[in-house]
């Protein structure tokens, strides 16, 4: 058998159905191959950037990992952005690039460039194949990789010459990675001292992120803190992982989070952080971070964040379900003032409601967002760009289950949302995917609008189009002098006309009246549709903590 | 020795990244590199590094955790707060002149020459800054000097 057919065997193995690639010189001799291997379903990409990002999309909607191909040189550069993407998420990613024949490396060969070193810091883990003896074992070993401990994309570069190599088929046998030994970090027990610290404490509070969700945890979560009666909130990335409208709920945390839920935050004296990173988009400024805590509780599977910007008082080094679990039974006793720090956050929850203003005329995108929710309840799911339309997805969607609400948090990457969304419905072609995003991500990958009419995909496309980049235009307003600078995109193309060009319907949205009956098409229409919203340029995102300030310094939306 | 660095012996696999790895980890995450040592290890297919990492504006723990997560990693121990044999290694090409007061202060001639000779010594760190002030105040021609090697001292 070729290096190729060891490779596309490998990935049979693996249960993988589908790819995302692009062909080209090096990675020819497995393009060869393809078709020998029908159970590999491949989804031809118009970017290779779109090909990671759908890769994470799929791989974020039914948790198995996305697959991506693509060829040496600038096709595997142009994976970079969507590969860190996946890394600052820790969403299970394979990349297999191809590379210059072995004997060309080093020599400025025709599309080379040094994938390993270009990749290294935005992969989890990445090989170069330069030998058939390597194959298949770094396919399994890269599978292993990227879908245990904390997840995350694996990138394997295999020379040309490899690809074409002919050996003979070995038997599989265990793999032995002793650099990755995960039971070995494992350090649970504090698990009791952590369940009688948060049972205990007057004023807690659950901070719950994205290893929540990737470690199947919402039940444990749920449970956890109905026993313990401690108030939970989320990051952004763990949205999903506690249902907003349990009573319990302090929705989303953060520089963008509800009032009610930072408040709960800064008045805290115990604080759990679960699967979380305990960034700067979760903490604004440090040194006001949460400064009535007197025990800091932090679960991630991931030693290396225990102490990388909050110092714990208990670590709990586990996968987030595990260590939920371990702590629950040791849940015995509530401290009984725990009811008056209930009231208290309720009333911080009526005093700092979320709000906007809808009263000017213009269209807002809230309204556009409640429309959408009241259709689709907790049955679809929501795949969002970056930027203000992130954030307006994020709040004012009441998640109630996790899976529902995909966005790029970590890296922050324009142009995700629909190569993600393609990816999703890819995934789960059950449910209903509805892509929200900016005018000036949207046109960043917008040529995947060709895949998703190839494969008539039902993707409902909600573009908030405010003519500008709304969420630096909010910032250079509040925080850098009101000075507008190189954030209106006054030539963006007539998206209708885009939506026509690329072979789906879309249409214009203008009034509030209008939003229904367009709403009503889209869910109409077999395949994709696009409806171009026409909001309020001035819109902004509230509640916001000013750059450089602490979380108890939030603005909230002008009242009415 | 700052409490900002850690003394770190790395045992890794070899293989052509691996080096770049561990370099990259220590760059993007704002630490810095005060010495490096790299030789073959007791095991085959695995290299021992020494590392003398400054931690920079990293809280220090972050060092070790961080260059665990490599795969190429495959133990670490972190020997800062350790007893430690700590061996460095300097080689210099001195005027014939200086020879006799180098080698009273342990010195070994390596090649004896009539214009210039050259001479090793091996030390703790501190032993071989001292002696690499020696042979500057000699006026030496040349000299190289290792980083460290580190070992555990047995209880």
Redesign the interface.
Same mark, same amino acid.
């Given at each position: 058998m070729t290096g190729a057919d060891l490779v596309l065997e490998a990935l049979e193995q693996e249960g993988v159905d589908l790819i995302f690639g692009y062909p080209g010189g090096a990675n020819l001799p497995i393009y060869q191959r393809l078709p020998e291997h029908p159970k590999l379903k491949h989804i031809l990409v118009r970017h290779e950037q779109g090909a990671a990002h759908m890769a994470d999309g799929y791989a974020r909607a039914c948790g198995r990992p996305g697959v991506v191909f693509a060829t040496s040189g600038p096709g595997a550069l142009n994976l970079v952005t969507g590969l860190c993407t996946a890394y600052m998420d820790s969403v299970p990613m394979i990349a297999i690039t191809g590379q210059v024949n072995s004997t060309q490396v080093g020599r400025d060969a025709f599309q080379e460039s040094d994938v390993i070193g270009a990749t290294s810091s935005v992969t989890k883990h990445s090989y170069l194949v330069t030998d058939i003896a390597q194959l298949p074992r770094v396919i399994h070993e890269a599978f292993h990789i990227a879908t245990t401990g904390r997840p995350g994309p694996v990138l394997i570069d295999i020379c040309k010459d490899v690809q074409m190599a002919e050996a003979e088929r070995t038997p599989r046998t265990a793999l032995s990675i002793p650099g990755y030994q995960l039971n070995g970090h494992v350090r649970l027990q504090d698990a009791k001292v952590a369940a009688e610290a948060l049972a205990h404490a007057e004023r807690p509070v659950i901070l719950a992120g994205h290893g929540v969700l990737l470690s199947h945890a919402e039940q444990a979560l749920l449970d956890l803190a109905e026993k313990a009666g401690v108030p939970v909130g989320t990051t952004l990335l763990g949205i999903g992982g506690f249902p907003v409208k349990h009573p319990l709920s302090l929705h989303m945390t953060g520089f963008m989070g509800t009032g009610w839920c930072l408040k709960a935050v800064q008045n805290a004296d115990v604080l759990m952080m679960v699967g979380m990173r305990v960034d700067d988009r979760v903490t604004a400024r440090l040194a006001d971070f949460a400064p009535k805590v007197t025990t800091f509780i932090h679960v991630d599977i991931d030693g290396s964040e225990m102490g990388k910007n909050v110092r714990p008082h208990i670590e709990l080094v586990a996968d987030a379900r595990n260590a939920l679990e371990a702590m629950l039974p040791h849940v015995d006793s509530v401290d009984d003032r725990r009811g008056a720090w209930l009231t208290q956050i309720d009333a911080w929850r009526e005093e700092h409601p979320l709000r906007y203003t809808h009263s000017n005329g213009h269209l807002q995108p809230q309204d556009v967002l409640i429309d959408m929710y009241k259709r689709c309840r907790n049955e679809a799911v929501v795949v969002a760009d970056v930027g203000q339309n992130q954030i307006w997805a994020a709040l004012w969607w009441n998640y109630d289950r996790p899976g529902l609400f995909i966005n790029s948090g970590g890296a922050g990457t324009m142009g995700f949302a629909l190569p993600a969304a393609i990816g999703a419905k890819f995934a789960r072609p059950d449910l209903d995917v509805w892509c929200v995003a900016g005018e000036g991500g949207f046109v960043m990958t917008a040529q995947e609008l060709s895949v998703a009419v190839e494969h008539q995909l039902d993707i409902k496309i909600v573009l908030l189009n405010n003519f500008s980049l709304g969420m630096v235009r909010q910032f250079q307003d509040d925080f850098y002098g009101g000075v507008r600078s190189q954030v209106e995109l006054t030539h963006i193309p007539d998206f209708v006309k885009l939506a026509d060009a690329y072979g789906l319907p879309g249409v214009r949205v203008e009034r509030l009246a209008d939003v229904g009956p367009a709403m009503d098409a889209a869910q109409r229409t077999k395949g994709p549709f696009l409806i171009d919203f026409r909001i309020d340029p001035e819109a902004n995102v509230y509640p916001i903590v000013p750059l450089g300030k602490g979380l108890n310094d939030f603005w909230e939306a002008p009242q009415q | 020795m700052s409490d900002r660095i850690r003394v770190l012996s790395v045992l890794? #696999?070899d293989g *052509? *990244?691996t080096l770049? !790895?561990v370099a990259?980890m220590i760059r &993007?995450r704002g630490f810095h590199v005060r010495a490096i040592t790299v030789g073959p290890s007791g095991e085959p297919g695995r290299s021992r590094m020494t590392l003398q990492i400054d931690a920079g504006h990293? #809280?220090v723990? =972050?060092v070790k !955790? =961080?260059l #665990? &997560?490599?795969?190429? /990693? /495959?133990e670490i121990e972190d020997l800062t707060e350790h007893d430690v044999h700590s061996r460095e290694l300097v080689v210099a090409r001195v005027k014939a002149s200086a020879v006799p007061e180098l080698v009273a202060k342990g010195a070994r001639v390596l090649e004896p020459g009539s214009v210039s000779t050259t001479v090793e010594f091996a030390g703790e760190g501190e032993e071989v800054g001292a002696f690499v002030e020696e042979l500057r105040r000699h006026g030496n021609l040349d000299v190289v000097r290792s980083g460290p090697v580190v070992m555990r001292r047995t209880a």
């Open positions: - | 890794v #696999e *052509s *990244s770049t !790895k990259g &993007r990293a #809280e723990d =972050q !955790k =961080q #665990e &997560r490599l795969v190429e /990693v /495959v």
